[in-house]
C-alpha cells in the first residue's frame, strides 16, 4: 500500500501546490490516499469479527479435515500417524460405505421428487386467492421449522409396532399389523415418508414465491389465445417456475445427502443397518469408533459427491432453464 | 366492473371441471397440478362460499390436517391421563386434562436444565451473529476496501461447504481449545453465519446513496452511519436474520449432540434425544410428548408471530442467491 505518512491531497491538484491550498468539500474530494487507508482500516474492523470467526470455525476446519484426512489417528494416542491416501483407499474399498451410499441415493430419490411435486402443488393451490390462505401457508410450513427430534418422538408413536396408531388402525380393519421402524425392509421407507412431510412446507413457500415472480400478463395472454389450464400451466407457469425448480432441487438433493437427525432420532441407523445415510455412517466412524482420519476422508468423498452432483444439475439446468 | 362480469362464470365452471378432474385420476398429482390456475383468482369476498364447493380448496385443508395432525396429537397426549394415551380407536381430547407429564418433566428430569441451556445458546447466537453479521454486511455492501469483493465471495463460497464436512475438524478444534462440553463450545461455531451477512448485504445496498451522503455532511463516521442511518432502514432484514439465528441454533442436532458430554450440558432437543433412548422415560410417552411440546412450543410461537419476515427472509436469502 502507499506510505501511510503521505499527505492527503486532491490528485488532480499540481504537486506543487502547497498543501495550505483551499480544500474542496470532503463529499466531493476524490478519494485521498491517506482517506483510502482509513477506509481500508475501517473496512477491516467491520468484516474482522466475522472473518474471524468463519477463519477459526469455517477455514481452519476445512483444512484441518483435509490433513486429517491423510493421517490415523483415533484420538487417544497422542500422535496421529500419515498414512498417505489410505483412508481414502478404505472408504472406497469399504462396504459400509457403498451401502450407506446406495441408502442415501434411495432416500434422496425417494423424496426429493415427491416433497417437490406436492409443494408445488400446494403452491398452486394457494397461489389464488382462496380464504384463509395465510393460515394455510403457516400451517403447511410448520413441520419444516420445528425441531426433528420433538417431531419424531410423535411419528415415532405412529408408527410403534405395537402401540401405535398405525397398527391400530389396521388392527381395527382386520389386517395384519406392520412393524414398520423395527423392519429391515419397511424402516427406510417409513423415514422417507417422515421426511416428505417435513420438506413439503419448504417447497411450497419457494414455489409460491417463484410463482408470484410469474407476470400475470402473460398468463392472461395465453389465456386469450385460448389456452387451456393444462397448457397454460405446461407452456407458461411451468417454464417459468424453471429457475425456482432448480433452485429447489439443487438444495433438496445438498440437504438430502446429509440427512442426519431424522435417522438419528428414528432409526438409530438400523434396523440391521437399513438406514444407515452416509453421514450416520461418519458419525459412526467419527464419534462411536473414534477414526478421525477415516471420517474426515468420508467427509471429503461425501463433498466432493454433493459438489459433483450439484455441477451436474447446474448443467442440465443451464441447458434446460431459461432465465426471463 | 368487468372483473365482477366474469367471475360468477369462472365460479360455476371451477368446481365441475375440478371434480371430474378428481374422479378421473386415481393419483392426486396431476389433479394438483391442473389446478394451476393463477390468472382466474376466486374472489371470495365477491363470491360468498363458492369456495367451500372446490376441489382444490378442500386439497389444502386435508395437507393442512396433515401438517398439523402429529402436533395435535403431540399437545393433547401430553395432557391425557396415561391411562387414555392407548386407548383404541384413539381418544383426541384428554378428559380430564391432568397436568402430570408436565410435572414430571420439570421436576423429575433435568429438562428445565436443558431448555435453560437451549435458551442461552440460543440468544447468545441471535446476539453474536447478529453482531457480526451487521458489521461485516454494512463493510461488504457499503465501505470500499481493497480485497472486499474476493473477501465476499469467500463468505458466500462456505455457504456451498456442507456443515459435516467441517464437524470432525470443528470438533477437534474446539477440543484443542478445551471447550468440548462448555457453553462457548457451543455457541462460539455457530457465532458467524454468511446467510446472515448476505441477507443484510442485500439489505443495505437497496439504500439510497443519498442518505448515506447526508449523514456523512452531518459528520458521521462510518459507524455512527450505520447505526443511526442504515439500521433503521434495515430494520426487517434484521429481525429476519435474527429470527433464523434462533430458530438454527434452537433446533441444532448434530453439534450439540457431539459437543456435549455431561447431562448438565444438553440442550433441549439433545435432552430429549436422551429420554427417547431412556429405558423407563422411553415408554413414558405421555411425559415425552410433554416435553416434545416444549421444545416446539418457542419456535411455533416465535414463527406465528413474525410469520412475514420469516417466509420473506427464508426467499431473500434463496432467491436472489
Sequence with gaps: MTAPGAVARPESAPAARPTLAPRPTPMFRPAGRRRRLADAVTGYLFVGPALLGMSVFVLLPMLYAFGL???????????????????????????????????????????????????????????????????????????????????????????????????????????????????????????????????????????????????????????????????????????????????????????????????????????????????????????????????????????????????????????????? | MSTTHKEPGARIKQPGDTSQEILGSAANRPVILRQAEPAERISPSSAPGSWLLAPSFWLVVAWSLLALGPFAWMITTSFKPPDQIFTYPPTWLPNPITFEHYRYILERTPFPRFFFNSVVVAIAVTAGQLFSSILAAYAFARLSFPGRDALFVVFLGTLMIPDLVTYVPLFMVVRFMDLVDTYPGLILPSLVTPFGIFLLRQAFMTAPKELEDAARIDGCGPWRTLWSVFLPIARPAVATAGLFAFLQSWNAYFWPLIVTQSTSMRTAPIGLRYFVRDPELGTNWGALMAASTLVVIPIVVLFLATQRQFIQGLLAGSMKG
Design chain 1, 69 to 324: 484426512s491423510f493421517v490415523r489417528w483415533d484420538l487417544i494416542r497422542p500422535n496421529p500417524r500419515f498414512v498417505g491416501l489410505d483412508n481414502y483407499v478404505a472408504v472406497v474399498q469399504s462396504a459400509d460405505f457403498w451401502h450407506a451410499l446406495r441408502v442415501t441415493g434411495i432416500y434422496t430419490l425417494g423424496t426429493v421428487p415427491p416433497a417437490m411435486v406436492v409443494g408445488l402443488g400446494l403452491a398452486l393451490l394457494l397461489d389464488r386467492a382462496i380464504p384463509l390462505r395465510g393460515a394455510f401457508r403457516a400451517i403447511g410450513f410448520l413441520p419444516s421449522i420445528t425441531s426433528i427430534v420433538a417431531v419424531a418422538v410423535v411419528w415415532a408413536w405412529v408408527f410403534h409396532p405395537s402401540f401405535g396408531l398405525l397398527n391400530a388402525g389396521l388392527r381395527g380393519l382386520g389386517l395384519e399389523p406392520h412393524r414398520w421402524l423395527s423392519s429391515p425392509q419397511e424402516a427406510l421407507p417409513v423415514l422417507m415418508v417422515v421426511a416428505i412431510w417435513r420438506h413439503v412446507g419448504y417447497d411450497m413457500v419457494l414455489f409460491l414465491a417463484g410463482l408470484q415472480a410469474i407476470p400475470r400478463e402473460l398468463l392472461e395472454a395465453a389465456t386469450v389465445d385460448g389456452a387451456g389450464r393444462w397448457a397454460r400451466f405446461r407452456h407458461v407457469t411451468l417454464p417459468l417456475l424453471a429457475p425456482t425448480t432448480l433452485f429447489v432441487l439443487v438444495i433438496s438433493v445438498i440437504e438430502s445427502f446429509q440427512v442426519f437427525s431424522i435417522v438419528d432420532t428414528l432409526t438409530n441407523g438400523g434396523p440391521a443397518g437399513a438406514t444407515t445415510v452416509l453421514v450416520y455412517h461418519l458419525y459412526e466412524v467419527a464419534f462411536v469408533r473414534f477414526e478421525m482420519g477415516r471420517a474426515a476422508a468420508i467427509a471429503y468423498v461425501l463433498f466432493a459427491l454433493v459438489m459433483a452432483l450439484t455441477v451436474l444439475q447446474l448443467r442440465i439446468g443451464k441447458r434446460r432453464v431459461h432465465y426471463a
